[in-house]
């Protein structure tokens, strides 16, 4: 356990959260013995890292309680999988096989990827393969599981016992024409086998059966044993009702939804979860992340780029700002892990609260020197043309036979990530400037001037070195255009890494023949 003055004075959200939780909730949690998490999921597309990031942030909350309180805890990840699909996702092969099917609940589709027996199923699938790949504890739960097994039975009965009351929370927030044909219960045709959104035209609240107006033809039902679903707002509601949920977080999309669910879980008798909104993610033209659009960066592509532990870092800071997510975050924010990993061993308990590794590795970050940066890895293999990460560390090893792949873990990973990101990001991308005549001259000097060093002197004192040549050769007003000029004829980027500490690493003979190759 941590300093008890410290766990209530720090400011790392997660602790901020969880105090606030147990001090809302006392009696309740008092009462149960334990504490309900949940995120949501709605299978109608791939899972995004939106949906991953709900379960890494609440994580990161049952961390902090761990370090607090110790008390029972589930965490329950639930997939709105009865849901009927209202559209056909862009990222989809097969495409036929939803259109055909639109309208069905999510488990009632075909896979259009053959691999499982459903839709939902196969989305249901992706999302427990990534979570479990990450070592996230947590119960799965099937909306059409609960509903055809009957556990939601007796909640379903207390929304019809309640209907009126439901009926006056939602109808003044629905369009006039919405209004005429709203009914909390969806019943699933038994011909077409889709859920329908049709008007009711009886209802017995006794026996728990409906009667619906399905264009001119009566549809009865009982609510119950999954003949019907609940439209989303009361179904929201039913599930915090039915598993005594205590916290949920939600993107800031869905505040007014929450608002409405809060309302009808009271109605239903129980007192709604402490909620969280938090900001949404954006791709790089900053517009919303959309499962159906399949926009932004999808969770296999930062895996193949970087480690979950990079994407849990994404995930922490400031969860009420906007963030862009594509791939040329990767990069970025893998070096700012490492940054962060080296900085924990040397501070105090207080700042290492505050550290991000602390809430991403539960306390326990791992230690190891950091060689060198992702960005400038990226630089590296291009470089060397290594293709795979057992040509990349001989090159490697040329220059630093002390480093070990078996004692630099993070590193070692590193590099199988580099190269991917580089052959899929970086490479396609490349535009290789030209030197121009005076351009070429001063480069020529640079390479005169790493003639004549030591391969032994310090990074910092070969930048000098760099630095100089520059000022030499007519950039002592704009060092950053002499820089800008080594990457662009060096990398065929705009940005590279810090010259010195690459000649530094890749060598002073090789770097001396990679500039020469470029500018011949």
Not at 168 to 190: G, H, V
Not at 197 to 202: G, R, S, Y
Request: a positive charge; hydrophobic letters at 35%; charged letters at 30%.
């Amino acid at each position: 356990m941590l300093d008890n003055n410290l766990i209530q004075t720090t400011s790392s959200w997660p602790f901020v959260e969880i105090r606030k939780l147990l001090k809302d909730r006392t009696e309740i949690i008092k009462k149960k013995g334990k504490i309900t998490f949940q995120t949501g999921y709605g299978p109608s597309g791939l899972p995004h890292i939106g949906t991953f990031g709900e379960v890494a942030r609440t994580t990161m909350m049952i961390n902090a309680l761990n370090h607090i309180q110790k008390i029972d805890h589930e965490l329950i990840t639930f997939s709105d999988d009865m849901d009927g699909l209202r559209k056909v996702p862009e990222n989809i092969p097969n495409e036929e096989i939803l259109i055909k099917n639109l309208g069905k609940p999510l488990t009632a589709i075909p896979d259009p990827f053959e691999k499982f027996k459903s839709f939902g199923e196969h989305n249901n699938e992706k999302l427990k393969e990534f979570l479990k790949k990450f070592k996230f504890e947590f119960i799965f739960k099937s909306s059409t599981e609960n509903y055809k097994q009957g556990v939601f039975n007796d909640s379903l009965m207390r929304v019809i016992e309640k209907y009126d009351d439901i009926m006056n929370i939602i109808m003044p927030t629905l369009r006039e024409e919405r209004r005429k044909t709203y009914c909390p219960f969806l019943p699933i045709c038994p011909k077409t086998g889709k859920v329908l959104e049709i008007p009711l035209i009886n209802i017995d609240k006794k026996k728990g059966k409906v009667v619906f107006d399905n264009n001119g033809e009566k549809l009865e039902t009982e609510i119950l044993n999954g003949n019907c679903k609940l439209q989303w707002k009361v179904d929201w509601a039913m599930r915090w009702f039915t598993f005594d949920v205590d916290f949920e977080m939600y993107g800031k999309d869905l505040i007014e939804s929450a608002i409405l669910s809060s309302k009808i879980c009271k109605t239903l008798g129980k007192t709604p979860p402490n909620g969280f909104a938090y900001e949404l993610f954006l791709d790089e033209k900053g517009e919303k992340i959309s499962k159906s659009k399949g926009n932004g960066i999808s969770i296999e592509d930062w895996l193949r780029y970087a480690s979950p532990e990079s994407l849990a870092l994404y995930m922490y800071p400031n969860p009420k700002r906007a963030k862009k997510l594509y791939s040329e975050v990767v990069p970025k924010t893998v070096d700012e892990y490492l940054s962060y990993i080296e900085k924990y061993p040397s501070q105090d308990t207080k700042d290492q609260i505050q550290n991000p590794v602390w809430h991403i590795h539960n306390g326990k970050p791992p230690q190891e020197k950091i060689i060198m940066p992702f960005s400038m890895l990226l630089n590296l293999v291009g470089s060397s043309n290594a293709d795979n990460k057992e040509i990349l560390w001989k090159f490697i090893n040329r220059f630093h036979q002390e480093i070990n792949p078996k004692d630099y873990k993070i590193f070692n990973s590193l590099t199988e990530y580099a190269i991917n990101y580089f052959k899929d990001k970086v490479e396609p991308n490349k535009k290789f400037k030209k030197p121009n005549k005076v351009e070429k001259k001063a480069l020529e000097n640079l390479i005169i001037k790493l003639k004549e060093i030591d391969q032994t002197l310090k990074p910092e004192e070969i930048q000098t070195h760099v630095y100089n040549v520059g000022k030499e050769n007519g950039y002592e007003k704009n060092l950053r255009d002499w820089f800008k000029l080594i990457y662009e004829v060096v990398f065929g980027e705009e940005n590279g890494p810090r010259m010195g500490f690459f000649i530094s690493f890749f060598g002073l003979k090789e770097t001396i023949e990679l500039i020469n190759d470029k500018i011949k």
